[in-house]
């Protein structure tokens, strides 16, 4: 990422709006992905219900993460997908490129385009979809009556009631969940992928002043613990152009998170080695897990409190009143079907946006950030579901 920019000040706003409710700070994501046009070399014609298929070796090119090319070749025999070779090499080490082989085995499994949402890599399952969508339609597939097919197959609608619906249960949302369950309120969370933690799973740690591993080894003084030398070290590298209500809660709040997660068994150490740009100089600021997985502790957590969790279940709008009161949200289920979600307050924290290219540009101005790390659910509908229910674009 070009932190070097002159409008990296409203970037790092846009990042910690996203980062603050977990006081986790680091790099963010999401973009649309296309596919190009299919090359086809087909052969015999198979009728199916799903159409008049040809057979044949067919490749198209979706857009990846970084906008990637990720090349797709399907091989279709007797009107069934038979093989599947997805080219991820252009996208992320540990993410894209590890999820390319099973969203491949997926498109078989389900003889469709219509893959699970991958936590960490979802624009390389976008590609993937993409591709495999436009290569069955050139192949002859009935697009129609397979989505006909599928509505027809959806599972059951329901409505549910809670007190608290949290929408994304990332790094934010996995502890607002517990944070509200702990004070006694019944808990609803929905998570379009399969995993606790969202992006919250690639860090290494996190910011914190004056937690209490600093003061044992600093003391109370100095400009290691001292808020407001951090705030004004902030504020300078974004040529003072960030938002300081966020940057001042960012910065106060992060020891309280240090203080909170060491309740549920998460341990920390201050690293020398910071892992990523967003923490220079931070040798004395950056508390790194000292276990490797600090979602375990808060998913037993939030088990221990009665958190119940939908997995692969993706809000899509936010429900409201007469009045313009939210009361809850709407979700697609992982078998298609619908579930309504009465709830007494709502939590939106989808993450997920700073590869958005049109939206980054739309916000920034210009095109600056083309190679932003990919966030789980990037392309969902967090931020559009509050923007359709009136909320600030500022
Ligand atoms: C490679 C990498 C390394 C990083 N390293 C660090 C680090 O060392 N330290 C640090 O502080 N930060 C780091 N970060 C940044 C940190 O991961 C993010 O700031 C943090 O995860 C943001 O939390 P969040 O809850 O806003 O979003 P996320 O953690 O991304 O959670 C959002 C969740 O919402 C879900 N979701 C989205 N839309 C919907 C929907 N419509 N319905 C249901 N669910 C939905 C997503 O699937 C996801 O699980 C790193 C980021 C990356 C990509």
Same mark, same amino acid.
Request: glycine share 16%; no cysteine; net charge negative.
């Given at each position: 990422m070009n932190w070097k920019t002159t409008n990296r000040a409203a970037l790092a706003s846009l990042l910690a709006i996203a980062a603050v409710c977990g006081n986790l700070a680091g790099c963010a994501g999401s973009s649309q992905s296309t596919s190009s046009a299919a090359e086809t070399t087909p052969a015999a014609e198979t009728t199916t219900a799903a159409g008049a298929v040809k057979d044949g070796t067919y490749n198209a090119t979706g857009t990846g993460f970084g906008n990637g090319d990720v090349p797709v070749t399907v091989t279709i025999e007797g009107g069934k997908i038979t093989d599947v070779t997805v080219d991820a090499g252009t996208q992320s080490d540990g993410y894209g490129k590890d999820a390319a082989d099973g969203l491949a085995q997926e498109v078989i499994d389900g003889q469709t385009y219509d893959i699970d949402v991958v936590s960490g890599a979802t624009m390389t399952r976008n590609a993937v979809s993409d591709a495999v969508k436009e290569i069955m339609t050139e192949a002859g597939y009935d697009m129609d009556a397979i989505a006909a097919a599928k509505e027809e197959s959806k599972g059951e609608d329901e409505t549910v009631d809670t007190d608290v619906l949290v929408i994304g249960m990332g790094a934010s949302g996995s502890v607002a969940a517990l944070k509200a369950a702990e004070s006694g309120a019944r808990v609803l969370g929905v998570e379009a992928t399969e995993t606790l933690g969202g992006m919250g799973n690639a860090a290494q740690g996190m910011f914190a002043v004056g937690s209490v591993e600093q003061k044992d080894r600093y +003391? /109370? =003084? +100095? /400009? #290691? #613990?001292d808020e407001a030398y951090w705030y004004n070290h902030f504020q300078e590298r974004n040529n003072n152009m960030g938002n300081s209500k966020l940057i001042r809660t960012f910065i106060s709040e992060a020891k309280n998170t240090v203080s909170y997660m060491l309740n549920h068994g998460v341990g920390f150490f201050l690293s020398k080695q910071p892992q990523q740009i967003a923490h220079f100089d931070t040798e004395t600021v950056y508390h790194r897990w000292?276990?490797? =997985?600090?979602f375990t502790y808060i998913g037993q957590a939030l088990d221990d409190n009665g958190v119940e969790i939908r997995y692969s279940t993706t809000a899509t709008k936010i429900l409201t009143d007469a009045d313009g009161n939210v009361t809850g949200a709407e979700c697609t289920k992982e078998d298609g079907g619908t579930l309504t979600v009465n709830a007494k307050s709502v939590v939106v924290s989808t993450g997920s946006f700073a590869n958005n290219a049109a939206l980054m540009k739309e916000v920034l101005g210009e095109e600056v950030y083309s190679n932003a790390m990919v966030m789980a659910g990037a392309e969902l509908p967090g931020v559009d579901m509050m923007w359709d229910i009136g909320a600030s674009r500022g």
């Open positions: +003391g /109370e =003084d +100095g /400009e #290691t #613990t000292n276990n490797a =997985d600090p």
